[in-house]
């Protein structure tokens, strides 16, 4: 039997009370006088958190407690999800929560693409380093399956498969988008389809809709007979992904 607790707010305040990392060694020092945990966890739960601050706050508790093992639940947009899991790392954490996907997260969080730290980016991180996550490769592919098929697809895997550059699992999830637009079943999306899934995407991402001219445009940069065929739409939407929202590639 272990004991672990969770520390909800680790890495900042979102209620803009006091808060440095003296709060949460404060915090950690009463549990472990009147409780003896084996495990806490420290959690971002607005990711709040930034590469300093996550930097400080790990390095002082698992300095001061070395008797304590310690964790981190970051929630994090896709694109700063590596700069958190490498200042905690660094730090002397190894121990890292994750999801699926990154599916979950706070609905108090202000950005729309701010969630659980995918499991995906702990595991390239992990082997990225050398380190061998020991995991069951043919499991984890069953249960995305499933995760896939259960539940809607949202924007922020796309960005997280870019992000991983995983062209597999990138294709799959475009094939879910393509197919949804393609309500005839022809195999292609005409310049009006491409416009009415390209919108909804932008949407999910929280920022404008661009022109129906700009839109064309990139239409017409890929379209082959007035036709945007399966490839062309992953290769689009591959390079803009990557232009826009992916400044970090692991």
């Known amino acids: 039997y272990q004991r672990r607790v969770h520390g909800s707010m680790a890495f900042g305040n979102p209620y803009e009370e006091p808060y440095d990392e003296h709060v949460v060694d404060a915090f950690v020092e009463k549990l472990d006088t009147l409780l003896k945990p084996k495990i806490i966890s420290l959690a971002d739960t607005v990711g709040m958190g930034t590469p300093d601050i996550i930097t400080r706050v790990c390095t002082q508790v698992v300095t001061?407690?070395?008797?304590?093992?310690?964790?981190?639940?970051?929630?994090?947009?896709?694109?700063?999800?590596?700069?958190k899991i490498t200042s905690a790392y660094a730090a002397g954490i190894r121990r890292f929560d994750g999801a699926l996907g990154g599916m979950g997260g706070c609905p108090y969080a202000k950005q729309a693409l701010t969630g659980n730290i995918p499991m995906e980016a702990l595991i390239a991180f992990a082997e990225g380093t050398g380190v061998d996550p020991k995991i069951n490769r043919a499991a984890i592919t069953h249960a995305?399956?499933?995760?896939?098929?259960?539940?809607?697809?949202?924007?922020?895997?796309?960005?997280?498969?870019?992000?991983?550059?995983?062209?597999?699992?990138?294709?799959?999830?475009?094939?879910?988008?393509?197919?949804?637009?393609?309500?005839?079943?022809?195999?292609?999306?005409?310049?009006?389809?491409?416009?009415?899934?390209?919108?909804?995407?932008?949407?999910?991402?929280?920022?404008?809709?661009?022109?129906?001219?700009?839109?064309?445009?990139?239409?017409?940069?890929?379209?082959?007979?007035?036709?945007?065929?399966?490839?062309?739409?992953?290769?689009?939407?591959?390079?803009?992904?990557?232009?826009?929202?992916?400044?970090?590639?692991?």
Not at 165 to 174: N, S
Not at 226 to 232: A, N
């Open 64 to 83: 001061r407690y070395p008797h304590i093992e310690f964790g981190a639940h970051f929630h994090s947009e896709p694109a700063t999800s590596l700069e």
């Open 144 to 250: 995305e399956d499933i995760r896939m098929l259960s539940f809607a697809t949202p924007m922020r895997e796309l960005v997280l498969a870019s992000i991983l550059q995983d062209r597999h699992h990138f294709q799959r999830i475009c094939r879910i988008h393509f197919d949804a637009a393609d309500t005839t079943h022809a195999g292609h999306l005409t310049l009006q389809n491409f416009q009415k899934v390209m919108a909804g995407v932008y949407k999910e991402l929280g920022e404008p809709v661009p022109a129906d001219e700009k839109l064309e445009r990139s239409f017409q940069a890929h379209q082959r007979n007035g036709q945007l065929h399966f490839e062309e739409y992953v290769e689009g939407a591959w390079q803009g992904l990557r232009k826009r929202v992916c400044p970090i590639v692991l």
